[in-house]
């Protein structure tokens, strides 16, 4: 009962607030360039999805999210635990590293650019770079954290350190890694919209480029909307992975907990 | 038996400190023979942890040596089962799996010790237990799987480190009437280390009592009390005598800090 009200009340809050928007840019005569309705919104998005035009440029977009997303993530996997699990790389590399994050790497996208080309390689590069450091860092602390009971009941089994590290550093590293993972997702889309402003012939970034030289501003809100609305669905796809695979961690279960009761 | 279980002769550990050095163990010598269970009490800071340490092969000695069933201690063994006073089970481990983790780590083959791991969290009442996950079960019961799972390879020994010293008053009590069932029917060689005076008069054959700074060994003490003891026996003046002796030697030493 509560429930459907609750959905009742956030659709009419909805359609409130979008009747709004309509009723001022209309009353107050707001031109289109500057703020446009949201009816012309909805047109523009249509049009674009009617076309073709925009389901290219976002399977584009997609696609270098993606291909960053999984090749940050495994770089910044694997150099995280190289990291956790050996001095002598930590002291070499650290440096270098703590260097590099300090750096906002869309400021390197240019760069990567003019190295890469205007095609997808410099994309899925520049995604990867950006969603490449929470993997890197939470890996790194996630491995360090074994709690010291845990290791001493392992030593006292007995067990090698690499079992040690399967048996026990892995596993319970894993819910510092889905946090990462949760972050890096939506990094890969930054990096890879920030690479298509720079220079690029296809995705949605180059095309909210061009539409803002043509003045095109519901083009552009339009492309904001589905931009929103692919952040959203990347998101629930590592929250899904996530719930599988932490079942078992604390703040999970608190989480689910809190999304039962409807909070 | 030719061999004891346990033999310790004057065992030293230093800990060395930006000031200086602490004696946690100064010169320490006992045995325990095989089947006996021995409890060991002494105030926090006696080194009573770091003697348990040291028998499960997690800390070497200053000086000294120690010896479990005849062979030096040089590192973790496998005879051994060790209970610590967190029930440190792996939260992505269901019961069965945490019970059976020492036959992972050792490489036995579940197959074979499937059964074993059945029977065994039978008898410590966790039978329907087996498929659930760490955090669905109380702090009690999760106790009893650590026990389980410092039973499931066999060890001739069990050392425990004040395994039910998290647990509450009611808890407890039923703990040690569990580890007291588990252990007439097991008969292995325990060694116990508590804080808790009527704990240890109540589980033990036979009481060692420490003292702190230097960590000593100052009395040892043989509980004359019939098995198999219930909760009662508390109450009776043989318990009471045996409490009040030990908790005498404290007050003796200083070794309670007031």
């Not at chain 2, 001739?156 to 010293?165: H, I, N, R, S, V």
Request: charged content about 20%; proline content about 5%; some cysteine.
């Amino acid at each position: 009962m509560r429930n459907t009200r609750n959905v009742v009340l956030s659709v009419l809050l909805f359609c409130a607030s979008i009747g709004f928007w309509e009723g001022v840019v209309r009353l107050f005569e707001i031109p289109a360039f500057i703020l446009p309705p949201p009816s012309q919104v909805a047109l523009a998005l249509w049009r674009g999805f009617s076309s073709g035009l925009y389901p290219e440029h976002l399977y584009h977009t997609l696609l270098e999210t993606m291909l960053g997303f999984i090749a940050g993530s495994a770089l910044g996997l694997v150099l995280g635990t190289a990291v956790a699990l050996s001095r002598p790389i930590e002291f070499f590399l650290y440096p270098y590293i703590v260097m590099f994050q300090s750096l906002p790497k869309v400021a390197l996208a240019p760069l990567i650019v003019v190295w890469f080309g205007l095609g997808l390689t410099s994309k899925v590069i520049n995604a990867a770079l950006i969603a490449f450091f929470p993997l890197l860092v939470n890996t790194m602390v996630g491995l360090r954290s074994a709690d010291e009971e845990r290791v001493n009941l392992m030593r006292s089994l007995a067990a090698s350190e690499r079992q040690i590290f399967w048996m026990l550093r892995l596993p319970n590293a894993l819910p510092f890694v889905m946090a990462g993972l949760d972050v890096a997702m939506i990094f890969a889309l930054i990096g890879a919209i920030v690479a298509e402003f720079v220079g690029a012939q296809k995705g949605l970034g180059m095309l909210i480029q061009s539409m803002n030289f043509n003045m095109d501003v519901s083009g552009q809100f339009s492309i904001l909307l589905i931009l929103s609305v692919v952040g959203l669905i990347l998101n629930r796809g590592v929250m899904m992975i996530r719930k599988r695979v932490l079942f078992w961690d604390p703040s999970e279960k608190e989480r689910i907990e809190r999304e039962r009761i409807g909070a | 038996m030719a061999t004891e279980a346990i033999s310790v002769r004057s065992l030293s550990k230093l800990y060395s400190t930006r000031d200086g050095g602490v004696t946690a163990l100064e010169r320490i010598s006992f045995a325990v023979e095989e089947g006996e269970f021995v409890a060991v009490v002494g105030p926090s800071g006696c080194g009573k942890s770091t003697l348990l340490k040291i028998l499960a092969g997690l800390l070497a000695p200053s000086a000294g040596d120690a010896y479990l069933r005849g062979t030096a201690i040089v590192g973790p063994r496998r005879d051994i089962g060790v209970v610590f006073q967190a029930p440190v089970l792996f939260p992505w481990r269901t019961v069965l799996d945490n019970v059976l983790l020492p036959i992972d780590v050792q490489g036995l083959g579940r197959d074979r010790y499937l059964t074993v791991a059945l029977d065994l969290l039978a008898l410590v009442g966790l039978r329907e237990f087996e498929r659930r996950y760490p955090w669905e079960l109380s702090g009690g019961m999760q106790q009893r799987v650590a026990i389980t799972r410092a039973l499931i390879h066999d060890p001739a020994m069990l050392l425990m480190d004040e395994p039910f010293g998290a647990l509450d008053a009611m808890t407890r009590e039923h703990m040690n009437l569990e580890l007291q069932r588990i252990w007439l029917g097991k008969k292995k060689t325990v060694f116990f280390i508590t804080h808790s005076i009527p704990e240890a008069v109540f589980l033990a054959d036979r009481v060692l009592v420490m003292t702190p700074r230097p960590g000593r060994i100052v009395d040892d003490l043989r509980i004359k009390l019939p098995r198999t003891r219930a909760l009662d026996l508390m109450t009776t003046p043989e318990f009471g005598e045996y409490t009040r002796h030990i908790r005498g030697l404290f007050n003796v030493k200083g070794g309670l800090d007031a």
